[in-house]
């Protein structure tokens, strides 16, 4: 009981502390807009992560990322992450090594200040729309042809099961073998336990961390077996744990 009444003290906190946080880089966040990509994206990416450093310090949370080495210069990944909290997304994007967008649901582009923001460092899909599909479909396309990262969770929603992952949806793998571009498995530790989806108003400070695991390649695979390939490497790196 008194761990669940501090922990929504603590999520007070983290979301001014947010807010707050926000506010301060998000004139130089915009300045991003006027540079042409990549070179304007990287600069996104580099505030956002200075912004996230610092707001999850703020929180309580620390944190590693491992496996840096394995984007290799020049090339261009789809970043596959699980999903189990909304901290997911300040960990993953914003430390990812150089230029990246994500794929995010367009209802938050609504939100007052923030939805610029959000725009910014997404590329943006109404998954109820077939024609939102596609067209995201094509510009997810567009960043990989402009030398960035596509950043995607393939099990779509947070996990709110018991399982280590959910299955898999099939559009990064489609993506990927589309174009040619290689998945880069990236695995998130502890995030439901900093904020889980089963409790609405709750935080609490945890070490959480990212690994990045070494690419896969395309090369001669069909999307369903390029899934599969990846689910087992991320399932197997999750079970091993955080160290």
Known sequence: MLKNILGRILAIWAIL??????????????????????????????????????WLYMVGCRFRIRGEENFKKGETYIVTCNHNSLLDVPLSSPFIPGPNKTIAKDSFKKVPIFG?????????????SDRSRKESYDKMKQVLKQQMHMCIYPEGTRNRTTEPLKKFHDGAFRLAVDTGTSIMPAVIFNTKKASPAHK??????????????????????????????VFAIMKAHYEAGMC
């Open 116 to 128: 610029f923001f959000y725009m910014k460092g997404a590329v943006l899909v109404n998954r109820k």
């Open 200 to 229: 609405t108003f709750y935080f609490w400070p945890t070490r959480i961390g990212m690994d990045f695991l070494p690419p896969v390649s395309t090369a001669g695979k069909t999307t369903e077996a390029l899934r599969e390939e």
């Open 17 to 54: 502390s947010f807010i707050t946080s926000f506010l301060i880089i998000f004139i130089p966040s915009m300045l991003t807009w006027l540079i042409p990509d990549p070179k304007g994206q990287d600069w996104f990416i580099r505030i956002s992560r200075w912004w996230m450093t610092v």
